[in-house]
């Protein structure tokens, strides 16, 4: 059961590229994330979806995208990349319903420069 | 209204001791105050919650403390060990269904052998 995957783990991009984080989840879960965290700043959401077919912004979207494939996957794309983007990522999901566990990757380290 | 704020930034405690880690809220629509431990190189996992209806709940070495009409609460670790050496951070569920959790800042733990 691996749980919340995330690929890659580790990413160098430079300033203007663009890439895409891949996140799938095996555990039938409804609701997923992806946060970035940051040095002083903690785990700030990024976007999340409540469901398949749905997403919404968190608190710092400005840069990202992101695409709910399907109820496994959510991806998280950065259109251009920015030196500021430059964080660990993390991809989390959970039964959406009560409050439950929110289970996370094991993170995405990426350096924009 | 919508943030977290954890204190201390970090914390270096005796093996044995009692490290105490704060958090402080304003929005009073949060209703589930979970902690995370994190350990380098991995995603945060959940180490114990607490509902607001609660003023104190233990799991094993964890215990949260929890003060409704200040708007406050702690984690304190008994017996501290060498393995409790992580980075902790609290956080506040919003009164929806979303899941979406507002994480303060972190604390680093560092327990002396």
């Known amino acids: 059961n691996a749980g919340v995957t995330q690929t890659p783990k580790f990413q160098v991009l430079k300033t203007g590229q663009s890439m895409t984080l891949q996140c799938a989840q095996d555990?039938?879960?409804?609701?997923m994330y992806w946060y970035r965290q940051d040095p002083g700043m903690g785990l700030r959401l990024i976007y999340y979806s409540a469901s398949e077919g749905t997403t919404d912004k968190g608190e710092v979207p400005n840069g990202y995208n992101v695409s709910r494939l399907n109820k496994r996957e959510f991806s998280l794309r950065l259109e251009s990349a920015a030196p500021s983007q430059t964080s660990v990522y993390f991809c989390?999901?959970?039964?959406?319903?009560?409050?439950?566990?929110?289970?996370f990757g094991e993170g995405s380290w990426l350096t924009v420069v | 209204q919508q943030q977290v704020k954890q204190s201390p930034q970090s914390l270096i405690v005796q093996k044995g001791g009692i490290p105490i880690i704060n958090c402080a809220y304003e929005n009073t629509a949060f209703d589930y105050f979970p902690w995370y431990q994190q350990f380098p190189g991995k995603g945060p996992a959940l180490l114990i919650a607490?509902?607001?209806?609660?003023s104190e709940k233990k799991e094993g070495r964890f215990t949260i403390s929890f003060n409704k009409s200040a708007k406050q609460f702690s984690l304190h670790i008994m017996d501290s060990q060498p393995g409790d050496s992580a980075t902790y951070f609290c956080?506040?569920?919003?009164?929806?269904?979303?899941?979406?959790?507002?994480f303060g800042q972190g604390t680093t733990l560092q327990v002396k052998p």
């Open positions: 989390a999901s959970r039964v959406t319903g009560g409050i439950d566990t929110i289970y």
């Open positions: 956080a506040a569920h919003f009164s929806s269904n979303t899941g979406k959790l507002i």
């Open positions: 555990m039938n879960h409804n609701s």
């Open positions: 607490i509902r607001p209806d609660v």
